[in-house]
């Protein structure tokens, strides 16, 4: 008894410790934002002593933040929207000839492989590439989201596909249904689970990223994301950290009402994509 009162109690200060580790930054935000520059600096870690609105007033009447906005909801759109189309199907047919096929069963593990592969490995090259074919914008941040998307999706969605049974589809093609007809009414919705997984994870990721903007798109006002824009207030000499404050409160709003609508979704699609491989 004593034993298992002892790890209750670790157990419990664990899960605190990771609760107060994950929200005293998202706490700091709040309250950074809602203070004046004075405040700040007498009183970093304190609730605000009065309530300015102000800072988000302020970047609200700036056009500029909107030009950000859509940078970031269009290059996390489409990337997301190619994911959902590509991702399934080439997950689709790994998973089914993997084990029949040397090619597939190479080409999956290529793609497992390059999950182990870190960024900053890949980010000259891919910078050199993408400037040699012009891509140093918005389609060429569009591009490297989905390529480097690609072997954590099709690892998911892979080790998906091999838990499901496949008593439906053959039975399907007795009754005469061709490929497309199997995947599209019969694979294809079993897969939203994982697809969810994969479209919130990789939707926080593109939405919070600041690494790929700033080596592939130019620091120019058309360009940059939402994680750029924030640099737009601070000078040689100063960093009006009120503003980057409430800029960073509206960037993460939308992405964290979407992740929490589809909690549920991700950890169901992440349990099963875990299964097997």
């Known amino acids: 008894m004593k034993k298992k009162t ?21 706490y700091l935000t709040v309250v950074s ?30 056009p500029d933040y909107f030009i950000a906005l859509k940078n970031s909801a269009v290059i996390t759109g489409i990337s997301i929207v190619a994911m959902v189309v590509f991702l399934p199907m080439c997950a689709y047919a790994i998973s089914r000839r993997r084990f029949n096929s040397k090619f597939y069963n190479f080409l999956y593990f290529f793609m497992v492989a390059g999950i182990f592969i870190p960024f900053q490995v890949k980010m000259l090259p891919m910078v050199k590439l993408m400037s040699q074919l012009g891509l140093l914008n918005r389609q060429g941040a569009i591009l490297l989201y989905i390529a480097n998307s690609t072997c954590e999706g099709i690892f998911l969605l892979v080790g998906y596909l091999s838990s499901l049974p496949t008593d439906l589809e053959e039975a399907a093609y007795i009754d005469g249904a061709n490929t497309n007809q199997v995947f599209y009414k019969i694979v294809r919705p079993i897969m939203n689970p994982i697809i969810s997984t994969v479209v919130i994870k990789n939707s926080l990721w593109i939405w919070n990223d600041y690494f790929m903007p700033s080596l592939v798109l130019n620091q120019s006002n ?27 409160l509206l960037s993460i709003l939308p992405i964290f009402i979407v992740y929490c609508l589809f909690q549920k979704k991700i950890v169901a699609g992440m349990m099963e994509g875990a299964v097997k491989g």
């Open 6 to 26: 002892v790890m209750k109690i670790f157990i419990y200060i664990a899960l605190i410790f990771g609760t107060l580790l994950v929200f005293f930054p998202f």
């Open 222 to 248: 058309l360009n940059r994301t939402l994680t750029l824009y924030q640099y737009s207030f601070r000078t040689e000499n100063s960093t009006n950290f009120t503003i980057v404050f409430a800029v960073m």
């Open 33 to 62: 934002s809602l203070k004046d520059m004075s405040d700040i600096f007498s009183n970093f870690f304190g609730l605000p002593k009065r309530i300015v609105w102000d800072n988000f007033i302020y970047v609200l009447q700036r």
